[in-house]
């Protein structure tokens, strides 16, 4: 297909596409292919005698940052890959969303859609032979170089250092970046040491919250969430990075991605790999949506116990301290209002008598922890009261979307597991 404009190529075929795919609304498809289209004029225009095909794959892990093909007619590149690569088209950080869909089976469900918006199935064949796993001697040699680097100083300087070559040698998913090697390597090595860094010192300890705060992005002082970064991929993706979030962190295929966070002992185990769309029908797999929310159902799982626990542990905490009655005392007026209101409307369907705090939003959790005349019985636990906060912002975008069945990404499932266990270290000591 020879594309005549960008307004030509979306009028005859992203709706159709985004239909056939059976993409929510969230994605915003046409939006992030206009974005990708300006970012990447320049490219085309030096490319007039390619044949070019500009698309959008969304789903999974980074939603997608702008994900861009071309195909070359050029005889001097040997695979449409290195013509990707050799352009630059394929951002980065379209890494895991491609290996997710592969992992669900939908290039092979949809290859009759895919082939006829252009998008050859050797893409995703060549795109895997991007990673690979190192030999012993380059993971010895990878694991030096990351030890001797600040990074690599500053976490041993804490906790030592982890076994980052033991690391490397026991992945089985191919995760080392051909292309730069250096910088995947280094952000495998900062898992592994983040990993380790929680599981050996206090999870709120402040020289750990400040090497934390180098790789998961400054999020101590009260944050605004744009509501944009819950719909536009683009908007998530920059506020992010506004905060200095290290986006390399979670440049990896998904398989990898998971089994790095295993070996870190940031999650306990491997999720069960996603069930693969067996359907040939482009209907059918919009009807096996559910299929394409394991992931993200699974963080919510995750952070339903989470905050189970989260709202024991202020509940014990302040009552042991105030009584049973410490919402009238020690939250503001609105607020337990809001509590009350929502408990009176559950109770109209349940004969369950809940505490109060069991109706609180997520947000309420840093209000009532952080308030200036309950810091005291909390100083204990989280060390300081931005440390407490930049925790539990660090999970509020993945709460909003896992509580509406929004895809989380990479980053997100990266923040959840890191911030989840240091909360659950923080609060069983109460326990001891």
Same mark, same amino acid.
């Given at each position: 297909?020879?594309?005549?404009?960008?307004?030509?190529?979306?009028?005859?075929?992203?709706?159709?596409?985004?239909?056939?795919?059976?993409?929510?609304?969230?994605?915003? #498809?046409?939006?992030?292919?206009?974005?990708?289209?300006?970012?990447?004029?320049?490219?085309?225009?030096?490319?007039?005698?390619? $044949?070019?095909?500009?698309?959008?794959?969304?789903?999974?892990?980074?939603?997608?940052?702008?994900?861009?093909?071309?195909?070359?007619?050029?005889?001097?590149?040997?695979?449409?890959?290195?013509?990707l690569r050799a352009h630059e088209i394929i951002p980065r950080l379209a890494i895991g969303p491609l290996a997710d869909l592969k992992e669900r089976g939908l290039f092979r469900a949809q290859e009759a859609v895919l082939e006829s918006i252009g998008i050859n199935r050797n893409i995703l064949q060549n795109f895997e032979a991007g990673f690979r796993l190192?030999?012993?001697?380059? %993971?010895?040699?990878?694991?030096?170089?990351?030890?001797?680097?600040? %990074?690599g100083k500053a976490f041993a300087s804490l906790s030592g250092s982890a076994d980052i070559q033991r690391a490397m040698e026991n992945m089985r998913s191919p995760w080392l970046d051909v292309a730069n090697p250096l910088l995947s390597s280094s952000a495998f090595s900062a898992i592994q040491e983040m990993g380790r860094g929680i599981s050996i010192i206090p999870p709120f300890d402040h020289e750990l919250s400040a090497a934390l705060r180098l790789e998961l992005g400054d999020w101590r002082e009260h944050i605004e969430f744009p509501?944009?970064?819950?719909?536009?991929?683009?908007?998530?993706?920059?506020?992010?990075?506004?905060?200095?979030?290290?986006?390399a962190l979670t440049v990896m295929p998904a398989p990898a991605f998971r089994e790095s966070?295993?070996?870190?002992? #940031?999650?306990?185990?491997?999720?069960?790999?996603?069930? !693969?769309?067996?359907?040939?029908?482009?209907?059918?797999?919009?009807?096996?949506?559910?299929s394409g929310f394991r992931r993200t159902n699974a963080a919510h799982d995750r952070l339903q116990r989470l905050e189970t626990e989260l709202r024991g542990f202020i509940d014990e905490v302040m009552t042991e301290a105030f009584g049973p009655?410490?919402?009238?005392?020690?939250?503001?007026?609105?607020?337990?209002? %809001?509590?009350?209101?929502? !408990?009176?409307?559950?109770?109209?369907?349940?004969d369950a008598d809940l505490p109060l705090i069991a109706?609180?939003?997520?947000?309420?959790?840093?209000?009532?922890?952080? !308030?200036?005349?309950?810091?005291?019985?909390?100083?204990?636990?989280?060390? $300081?009261?931005?440390?407490?906060?930049?925790? #539990?912002?660090?999970?509020?975008?993945?709460?909003?979307?896992?509580?509406?069945?929004?895809?989380?990404?990479?980053?997100?499932? #990266?923040?959840?597991?890191?911030?989840?266990?240091r909360l659950v270290?923080?609060?069983?000591?109460?326990? $001891?």
């Amino acid at each position: 297909m020879v594309m005549s404009g960008a307004d030509d190529f979306f009028r005859n075929r992203s709706l159709t596409w985004k239909d056939k795919l059976g993409l929510t609304e969230d994605l915003r #498809l046409h939006n992030a292919i206009t974005s990708a289209m300006a970012e990447h004029s320049r490219v085309f225009r030096d490319m007039e005698q390619h $044949r070019s095909l500009f698309s959008a794959i969304a789903e999974h892990e980074k939603y997608f940052k702008q994900l861009g093909f071309a195909t070359s007619a050029s005889a001097s590149v040997s695979s449409l890959f290195e013509t990707l690569r050799a352009h630059e088209i394929i951002p980065r950080l379209a890494i895991g969303p491609l290996a997710d869909l592969k992992e669900r089976g939908l290039f092979r469900a949809q290859e009759a859609v895919l082939e006829s918006i252009g998008i050859n199935r050797n893409i995703l064949q060549n795109f895997e032979a991007g990673f690979r796993l190192p030999g012993a001697e380059e %993971a010895a040699r990878l694991a030096a170089d990351f030890h001797s680097s600040a %990074a690599g100083k500053a976490f041993a300087s804490l906790s030592g250092s982890a076994d980052i070559q033991r690391a490397m040698e026991n992945m089985r998913s191919p995760w080392l970046d051909v292309a730069n090697p250096l910088l995947s390597s280094s952000a495998f090595s900062a898992i592994q040491e983040m990993g380790r860094g929680i599981s050996i010192i206090p999870p709120f300890d402040h020289e750990l919250s400040a090497a934390l705060r180098l790789e998961l992005g400054d999020w101590r002082e009260h944050i605004e969430f744009p509501n944009s970064i819950y719909t536009d991929l683009q908007a998530r993706s920059d506020f992010y990075a506004s905060l200095g979030v290290n986006s390399a962190l979670t440049v990896m295929p998904a398989p990898a991605f998971r089994e790095s966070l295993t070996m870190a002992g #940031l999650i306990d185990t491997l999720p069960p790999p996603i069930e !693969k769309v067996e359907a040939e029908e482009p209907e059918q797999v919009a009807d096996d949506e559910e299929s394409g929310f394991r992931r993200t159902n699974a963080a919510h799982d995750r952070l339903q116990r989470l905050e189970t626990e989260l709202r024991g542990f202020i509940d014990e905490v302040m009552t042991e301290a105030f009584g049973p009655e410490w919402p009238k005392h020690r939250v503001p007026a609105d607020t337990v209002t %809001a509590w009350r209101e929502r !408990k009176q409307s559950a109770q109209r369907h349940t004969d369950a008598d809940l505490p109060l705090i069991a109706y609180a939003d997520f947000t309420d959790y840093e209000r009532v922890i952080c !308030k200036r005349d309950n810091w005291k019985l909390f100083e204990r636990y989280f060390d $300081r009261v931005e440390s407490a906060r930049e925790s #539990l912002q660090r999970l509020y975008p993945i709460r909003i979307d896992t509580m509406h069945s929004r895809l989380i990404t990479q980053d997100d499932e #990266l923040f959840l597991a890191v911030e989840q266990k240091r909360l659950v270290r923080a609060m069983r000591r109460r326990n $001891r």
